[in-house]
């Protein structure tokens, strides 16, 4: 934490490196974040992109009140939010766009992953939005349920209830696919 201030404290005062450091010690957990979020490793890649550009114009007059990291994962989790509803105002079907995007993975992508990693990714898109962000924020971001209910306006039950639901669906719909 004290090492984030310093960091955002050099940035306030033009240092390239401090954010290309904030930049390096981030940016991977955010784009796992963005990619379960949003099933799309270039959206994912965009998004990320687009939070830490948003992030260095700020950086001048930001005044976090938490740390860093849960500023730039509220961040990406924001954006993937907005740019999913407008795909979802454009009409696009998005269970249909994301199974299409899984489908259209080069070979060379598709050689690197696994089977699990395929139907794992297929059943989390298949998780209404707001138990995927929840099973993701507290799998893959470490946040607390208590965190995640800041971040989307609900109760420490309502997120409990999302993730356990998400769980159990994702039992579902892996129950006897997935190779021990």
């Known amino acids: 934490m004290l090492d984030d201030k310093r960091l955002i404290w050099k940035v306030k005062n033009g240092c390239t490196d401090s954010l290309r450091r904030i930049y390096e ?53 924001n954006l993937a939010y907005d740019r999913l509803r407008a795909a979802k105002r454009h009409g696009e079907k998005l269970a249909e766009f994301a199974a299409e995007r899984l489908d259209c993975e080069t070979p060379d992508a598709v050689a690197a992953r696994t089977e699990n990693q395929v139907l794992l990714r297929r059943a989390l898109a298949a998780l209404p939005f707001e138990q995927r962000e929840v099973v993701v924020l507290h799998v893959r971001a470490n946040l607390t349920f208590k965190q995640i209910a800041a971040m989307q306006d609900a109760s420490i039950n309502t997120v409990q209830g999302r993730y356990r639901y998400g769980i159990q669906k994702l039992r579902s719909l892996l129950n006897g696919q997935a190779n021990p």
């Open 25 to 77: 010690s981030h940016k991977d957990d955010l784009l796992t974040l963005a990619n379960a979020l949003l099933n799309d490793r270039s959206a994912a890649e965009d998004a990320v992109h687009d939070v830490f550009v948003a992030f260095a114009a700020a950086a001048p007059t930001l005044q976090l009140r938490k740390n860093l990291r849960g500023y730039l994962v509220s961040s990406v989790r």
